[in-house]
């Protein structure tokens, strides 16, 4: 619950669902408070980001983004990427890989799946 409060505070997204239990158990596709589905994209970041200097120069953008089912406050989330496509850009020392995303909650049931692409350098350090 306070992981939720926080990321309202710091986005600004205070809607009904994250913040009000009464209101949120009104909505029928929720049924009680629930996490922000950025929140969620943001925590998966977090799972699968290596944080060194690396490869990886950027993220590029998500496609495909879909929340599938509701996750509630006491939830856990898991994150599986697997690498769909590579494209090089030539002369240019980086390229774009796709990342099929899926997050499950702690019943394995899918939560949001989505596109990540990400700019990757051709060496493992960049500037090396």
Same mark, same amino acid.
């Given at each position: 619950?306070?992981?939720?409060?926080?990321?309202?505070?710091?986005?600004?997204?205070?809607?009904?669902?994250?913040?009000?239990?009464?209101?949120?158990?009104?909505?029928?596709?929720?049924? +009680?408070? !629930?996490?922000?589905? =950025?929140? *969620?994209? &943001?925590?998966?970041?977090?799972?699968? @980001?290596? $944080?060194?200097? +690396?490869? !990886?120069?950027?993220? =590029?953008? *998500?496609? &495909?983004?879909?929340?599938?089912?509701? @996750?509630? $406050?006491?939830?856990?989330?898991?994150?599986?990427?697997?690498?769909?496509?590579?494209?090089?850009?030539?002369?240019?020392?980086?390229?774009?890989?796709?990342?099929?995303?899926?997050?499950?909650?702690?019943?394995?049931?899918?939560?949001?799946?989505?596109?990540?692409?990400?700019?990757?350098?051709?060496?493992?350090?960049?500037?090396?």
């Amino acid at each position: 619950m306070a992981d939720i409060e926080r990321f309202a505070a710091l986005s600004g997204d205070r809607f009904y669902a994250h913040m009000d239990e009464t209101q949120a158990a009104r909505n029928p596709l929720f049924g +009680g408070r !629930v996490a922000h589905g =950025y929140f *969620l994209v &943001s925590a998966a970041a977090g799972l699968f @980001v290596d $944080p060194p200097y +690396g490869p !990886v120069l950027a993220n =590029y953008g *998500l496609d &495909s983004l879909r929340f599938l089912k509701p @996750v509630k $406050p006491g939830d856990r989330i898991k994150v599986r990427l697997t690498c769909k496509e590579k494209s090089l850009r030539p002369a240019q020392g980086y390229g774009e890989v796709r990342w099929d995303t899926a997050i499950t909650n702690q019943n394995g049931e899918a939560v949001a799946n989505y596109d990540v692409l990400t700019m990757v350098s051709e060496k493992a350090v960049p500037d090396a």
